[in-house]
C-alpha cells in the first residue's frame, strides 16, 4: 500500500528544488547574458529554469497522487502521475529546442566568451547542488515507485551534467575555443531530447494500460503466490495494468465445487493479503473464485 509519509517526503523534495533551481538558473542566465555573453552558460541557465518548472510540475502530480478514490474517479488519481510526467517531458523539449537555437547561432558565428572562469565557478557550484538533489530524489523515487519523481530526479542529475559541461566548455573557451561554447549547447539540448522523448514513451504506455515486461513478472509472481495455497487448484492472472506508480488487475482461482461462500471469501483475504507483503506496489487486485474447470473471465 501507499506509504503517505514518504509521498509526502517526496513532495518536499520536489518543491524546494522548485525554488533552488529557478534561483540557479536565473542567476547563471543573467550572468551568460549580461557579463559572460556565454550561450553554453545561458542554456544551461534556461535548462535550470525549466527543471524548476518539471519539478513544478511533478509538485504537482504528487499533490493529486495522495488523494483517495471519490465518486468521479474509482480508482484514485494515480494517473495524474503519468500525466504530470509527459507535461514535463514535453516542457523539456520545448528548451531543448531554444537552446538548440541558441547554440547554432554562436557556432555560425561564433564570439569571445568575457569573464569565462567566473562562469565556470557559477556552473560548477550549480553542477554539484544539483547532482546532489538528483540523487537523493532518484532514491526516494525508486523506493516509492514514482515515474515522475524519477523523471524529476534523472532531470535534476542531467542539469548537474549540463552545468559541468558548461564548466568545461567556459574553461575551452578561455583557452581559445569560442566554438567549444556552442557545442556544448547542442549536447546539452541532445541530452534533454533523449530524456524527453524517452519519458513520453513510457508514460504513454502507462496511460494505454500497457503492460510491460515488468508488470507481467509480477503477474506470474501473483500466479505463484496464489497457487502457494492448497485450496487453490490453480491460478489464471486475467488482466493487469500499470496505475501511476502501482499494478491493479484481476486474477482468477480456481477451487474445489464443494467450496463454501464463506471458505472461498478467508480464501480471497489470505490471498491478498500475502500478494500485499510480497508486493507492496500491487494494489486493487480482484479475486475471483470459480469452481474446478469453470472459467468466468
Not at 515488468?214 to 493487469?240: D, N, W, Y
Request: glycine residues 8%.
Amino acid at each position: 500500500m501507499r506509504n503517505e509519509t514518504a509521498v509526502g517526503a517526496a513532495e518536499k523534495a520536489a518543491g524546494y528544488t522548485i525554488v533552488l533551481l529557478v534561483t540557479l538558473g536565473v542567476i547563471q542566465v543573467i550572468l551568460g547574458e549580461t557579463v559572460a555573453k556565454s550561450v553554453a552558460l545561458t542554456a544551461n541557465g534556461i535548462d535550470c529554469i525549466g527543471d524548476g518548472f518539471v519539478s513544478a510540475i511533478v509538485w504537482v502530480g504528487l499533490k493529486f497522487f495522495s488523494k483517495s478514490p471519490d465518486s468521479k474517479f474509482h480508482y484514485g488519481y494515480y494517473k495524474v502521475e503519468n500525466l504530470a510526467s509527459v507535461a514535463a517531458a514535453g516542457v523539456m523539449l520545448l528548451l531543448a529546442a531554444f537552446i538548440s537555437y541558441r547554440a547554432y547561432l554562436q557556432f555560425t558565428n561564433p564570439h569571445e566568451i568575457q569573464v569565462p572562469f567566473v562562469g565556470a565557478a557559477v556552473a560548477l557550484i550549480a553542477a554539484v547542488i544539483a547532482w546532489g538533489i538528483g540523487i537523493q530524489k532518484f532514491v526516494k523515487g525508486r523506493r516509492l515507485g514514482l515515474s515522475s519523481l524519477k523523471l524529476d530526479a534523472v532531470n535534476t542529475i542531467k542539469d548537474g551534467t549540463a552545468s559541468f559541461l558548461a564548466v568545461v566548455a567556459l574553461v575551452l573557451s578561455a583557452k581559445g575555443y569560442p566554438v567549444a561554447d556552442a557545442v556544448a549547447g547542442f549536447i546539452i539540448a541532445a541530452v534533454i531530447v533523449s530524456i524527453g522523448f524517452a519519458t513520453i514513451k513510457e508514460a504513454s504506455y502507462m496511460l494505454l494500460d500497457a503492460c510491460d515486461t515488468e508488470c507481467t513478472f509480477k503477474g506470474q509472481e501473483i500466479r505463484f503466490i496464489a497457487e502457494e495455497f492448497p485450496a487453490v487448484l490453480s491460478a489464471h492472472v486475467m488482466r493487469l495494468r500499470w496505475a501511476g506508480p502501482v499494478i491493479q488487475g484481476e486474477i482468477e482461482i480456481e477451487v474445489s465445487g464443494t467450496m463454501t461462500v464463506e471458505e472461498a471469501d478467508e480464501l480471497r483475504g489470505a490471498i491478498q493479503t500475502k500478494v500485499n507483503e510480497q508486493l507492496p506496489n500491487v494494489e486493487q487486485l480482484t479475486i475471483v473464485v470459480v469452481p474446478h474447470g469453470k472459467k468466468v473471465l
